[in-house]
C-alpha cells in the first residue's frame, strides 16, 4: 500500500483536475488506487470517490493526532493524496497543519503541480525553491499544467534540466475539464450530470501527458495502522443525508459504526420522518439553496419537532441553522424552520467565517474539547440562550462562545473533526484542560 501527495505552490493551480484525472487514468489500467483529501474538505473526497470507485477520507494534521492519519491512509493499493492550498500553506501562526506537515508525519513523497501559464524559465528558481525549503519535505517530481504548445513544453523542460527534479509530465490548457462552483467552493460531485464525462476527460488528457509508471515508482509504502477510534455521542444516531445535508465526515460516522453504534440515515428534503434515535444529527450542507423546500417538508420538520421531546438533536452549520427560527436566502426570502432553537440567519448580507476552532462543551453529547473548522457565509440576524461551546482560533485566543443550546437541542456553526490533539487554551495562552 505505497502512497504519494500531490501538492502545489498555491491554490489554484489545477492539483484538483490533475489528481481526478490520475485516479481515473489508473482504475482505467486496472490499478487499485485510492484518493485522499488533505484538511477540511467535503466537496473533494466526493470527486475522488467517483474517479477511483474507492472511499476517500480526510487527513488533517491540524486536527487529527499521528494515529489517526496513519489508520486512515492505511489501506490497500496505490494512495493518491490530494494537498490542500499552497504545499506549506497551513494555520497561523506557524503553518500547521500545512500538506507539508502531512508529508513529514507520512514520510510520503511530494509531487508538485505547477501553473507554468504564465512562466518559462521562471519555472526553475520556483520548483527549486520548492525543494529546497525543507530537507524533511521531499519533492520527487513536478507535473507542469496548462501548458500552451510544444514550444512551451520544450522551454520549461530545458529550464528545469539543471534542477535534477524529475518532469513526471505536462497538461495542456483545457478549458473543458474546469469545475463549476459556488460560493463554498465546487459543485458537488452528486450534483454534475456531466460528471463520468468530466472524469474520462481528465483521466484521458493525463494519461497523454504523464508518465504514470514513472509517477508511481515514486510512491512509497505506508506503515499498517488500525483505524481510528471516536466514542459514539449515542447508540442510535439518525443522520440527515441529502444535498442540503452532505457534509458530514465518513471518519466520524465509520469510527461510531466500529464501536458499535447504529447509523439510520434518511433525507430531509425526501420529506422523510425521523426515524427513532438517540441523537438525531443534522451536517452542514446547502440548506439556503433548498430552503423552500425544507419549510414545506412538514413529515420532517414536524418529526424533528416532536423527537426534541425525546432525543438528543444536534446541528452543524446548515443544520444548526436549520434548527433555528428562520433563514433568510441569498434573494432575501424569509423561510419558517424547526423553531428547536432562538437563532436566525441570512445569506442576504454576506460574511465569511473561516478558520480552524479548538472548542470545549461542558455538557451534550459532544462534551469534551474538539478539534474543529468554521467555513460558511452565513449572517446570524438574531440569538438568544446558553451557548454551546468555549471557542479559541489556531493561535489560541479566545473567542466569543459559539452556537446554542435549548434543552436537549444544540448546535454551532462550527463542524467537529475529532477529539482534540491539543488542550484548550487557558485565558493566559498556555492549556488548561480539566479532565
Same mark, same amino acid.
Given at each position: 500500500?505505497?502512497?504519494?501527495?500531490?501538492?502545489?505552490?498555491?491554490?489554484?493551480?489545477?492539483?484538483?483536475?490533475?489528481?481526478?484525472?490520475?485516479?481515473?487514468?489508473?482504475?482505467?489500467?486496472?490499478?487499485?488506487?485510492?484518493?485522499?483529501?488533505?484538511?477540511?474538505?467535503?466537496?473533494?473526497?466526493?470527486?475522488?470517490?467517483?474517479?477511483?470507485?474507492?472511499?476517500?477520507?480526510?487527513?488533517?494534521?491540524?486536527?487529527?493526532?499521528?494515529?489517526?492519519?496513519?489508520?486512515?491512509?492505511?489501506?490497500?493499493?496505490?494512495?493518491?493524496?490530494?494537498?490542500?492550498?499552497?504545499?506549506?500553506?497551513?494555520?497561523?501562526?506557524?503553518? !500547521? @497543519?500545512?500538506?507539508? =506537515? $502531512? %508529508?513529514?508525519? &507520512? #514520510?510520503?513523497?511530494?509531487?508538485? +503541480?505547477?501553473?507554468?501559464?504564465?512562466?518559462?524559465?521562471?519555472?526553475?528558481?520556483?520548483?527549486?525553491?520548492?525543494?529546497?525549503?525543507?530537507?524533511?519535505?521531499?519533492?520527487?517530481?513536478?507535473?507542469?499544467?496548462?501548458?500552451?504548445?510544444?514550444?512551451?513544453?520544450?522551454?520549461?523542460?530545458?529550464?528545469?534540466?539543471?534542477?535534477?527534479?524529475?518532469?513526471?509530465?505536462?497538461?495542456?490548457?483545457?478549458?473543458?475539464?474546469?469545475?463549476?462552483?459556488?460560493?463554498?467552493?465546487?459543485?458537488? !460531485? @452528486?450534483?454534475?450530470? =456531466? $460528471? %463520468?464525462?468530466? &472524469? #474520462?476527460?481528465?483521466?484521458?488528457? +493525463?494519461?497523454?501527458?504523464?508518465?504514470?509508471?514513472?509517477?508511481?515508482?515514486?510512491?512509497?509504502?505506508?506503515?499498517?495502522?488500525?483505524?481510528?477510534?471516536?466514542?459514539?455521542?449515542?447508540?442510535?444516531?439518525?443522520?440527515?443525508?441529502?444535498?442540503?445535508?452532505?457534509?458530514?465526515?465518513?471518519?466520524?460516522?465509520?469510527?461510531?459504526?466500529?464501536?458499535?453504534?447504529?447509523?439510520?440515515?434518511?433525507?430531509?428534503?425526501?420529506?422523510?420522518?425521523?426515524?427513532?434515535?438517540?441523537?438525531?444529527?443534522?451536517?452542514?450542507?446547502?440548506?439556503?439553496?433548498?430552503?423552500?423546500?425544507?419549510?414545506?417538508?412538514?413529515?420532517?420538520?414536524?418529526?424533528?419537532?416532536?423527537?426534541?421531546?425525546?432525543?438528543?438533536?444536534?446541528?452543524?452549520?446548515?443544520?444548526?441553522?436549520?434548527?433555528?427560527?428562520?433563514?433568510?436566502?441569498?434573494?432575501?426570502?424569509?423561510?419558517?424552520?424547526?423553531?428547536?432553537?432562538?437563532?436566525?440567519?441570512?445569506?442576504?448580507?454576506?460574511?465569511?467565517?473561516?478558520?480552524?476552532?479548538?472548542?470545549?462543551?461542558?455538557?451534550?453529547?459532544?462534551?469534551?474539547?474538539?478539534?474543529?473548522?468554521?467555513?460558511?457565509?452565513?449572517?446570524?440576524?438574531?440569538?438568544?440562550?446558553?451557548?454551546?461551546?468555549?471557542?479559541?482560533?489556531?493561535?489560541?485566543?479566545?473567542?466569543?462562545?459559539?452556537?446554542?443550546?435549548?434543552?436537549?437541542?444544540?448546535?454551532?456553526?462550527?463542524?467537529?473533526?475529532?477529539?482534540?490533539?491539543?488542550?484548550?487554551?487557558?485565558?493566559?495562552?498556555?492549556?488548561?484542560?480539566?479532565?
Amino acid at each position: 500500500m505505497p502512497g504519494l501527495i500531490v501538492a502545489a505552490p498555491a491554490s489554484g493551480s489545477g492539483k484538483t483536475t490533475v489528481t481526478l484525472g490520475l485516479l481515473r487514468a489508473f482504475r482505467d489500467r486496472g490499478v487499485t488506487v485510492r484518493g485522499a483529501k488533505s484538511g477540511p474538505d467535503y466537496i473533494d473526497p466526493r470527486f475522488h470517490e467517483a474517479a477511483s470507485g474507492a472511499a476517500c477520507p480526510n487527513l488533517d494534521a491540524w486536527a487529527m493526532p499521528p494515529a489517526t492519519l496513519a489508520g486512515l491512509a492505511a489501506g490497500d493499493g496505490l494512495l493518491v493524496i490530494e494537498g490542500a492550498m499552497g504545499l506549506f500553506d497551513g494555520a497561523p501562526p506557524d503553518g !500547521a @497543519g500545512a500538506t507539508a =506537515d $502531512l %508529508a513529514r508525519q &507520512l #514520510d510520503l513523497p511530494v509531487v508538485l +503541480v505547477v501553473d507554468a501559464a504564465r512562466m518559462a524559465q521562471s519555472i526553475a528558481p520556483l520548483v527549486a525553491g520548492f525543494a529546497a525549503y525543507d530537507a524533511r519535505v521531499r519533492v520527487a517530481g513536478v507535473i507542469l499544467n496548462r501548458v500552451g504548445s510544444p514550444r512551451h513544453a520544450a522551454m520549461l523542460r530545458a529550464a528545469l534540466a539543471p534542477t535534477g527534479i524529475k518532469v513526471l509530465g505536462m497538461v495542456p490548457r483545457a478549458g473543458d475539464i474546469a469545475h463549476p462552483s459556488r460560493h463554498l467552493g465546487l459543485v458537488q !460531485a @452528486g450534483e454534475r450530470d =456531466d $460528471l %463520468a464525462t468530466f &472524469l #474520462d476527460r481528465a483521466a484521458g488528457i +493525463v494519461a497523454e501527458g504523464i508518465d504514470l509508471d514513472a509517477l508511481s515508482d515514486l510512491a512509497v509504502p505506508l506503515p499498517a495502522a488500525e483505524p481510528p477510534v471516536i466514542p459514539p455521542p449515542a447508540q442510535r444516531i439518525a443522520v440527515a443525508r441529502d444535498d442540503a445535508f452532505a457534509f458530514a465526515y465518513p471518519h466520524q460516522l465509520n469510527a461510531w459504526r466500529a464501536a458499535g453504534a447504529e447509523i439510520r440515515p434518511f433525507s430531509p428534503l425526501a420529506d422523510e420522518t425521523v426515524p427513532p434515535a438517540d441523537l438525531v444529527f443534522l451536517p452542514g450542507g446547502y440548506p439556503e439553496l433548498h430552503a423552500g423546500r425544507l419549510a414545506a417538508a412538514r413529515g420532517f420538520m414536524d418529526s424533528l419537532r416532536h423527537a426534541a421531546q425525546h432525543a438528543d438533536i444536534y446541528g452543524e452549520c446548515g443544520g444548526y441553522m436549520t434548527l433555528g427560527e428562520s433563514l433568510i436566502d441569498a434573494h432575501g426570502h424569509r423561510h419558517t424552520m424547526a423553531g428547536l432553537l432562538p437563532l436566525g440567519t441570512s445569506f442576504a448580507h454576506r460574511k465569511l467565517h473561516l478558520g480552524y476552532r479548538t472548542l470545549r462543551a461542558a455538557a451534550g453529547p459532544f462534551a469534551g474539547t474538539w478539534a474543529a473548522h468554521e467555513f460558511h457565509y452565513a449572517s446570524i440576524v438574531s440569538e438568544s440562550g446558553p451557548p454551546l461551546f468555549e471557542a479559541a482560533d489556531t493561535e489560541g485566543t479566545a473567542l466569543p462562545p459559539m452556537g446554542l443550546r435549548a434543552g436537549r437541542v444544540a448546535g454551532s456553526f462550527a463542524h467537529l473533526i475529532g477529539p482534540s490533539p491539543r488542550p484548550f487554551p487557558s485565558p493566559a495562552g498556555g492549556a488548561n484542560d480539566p479532565a
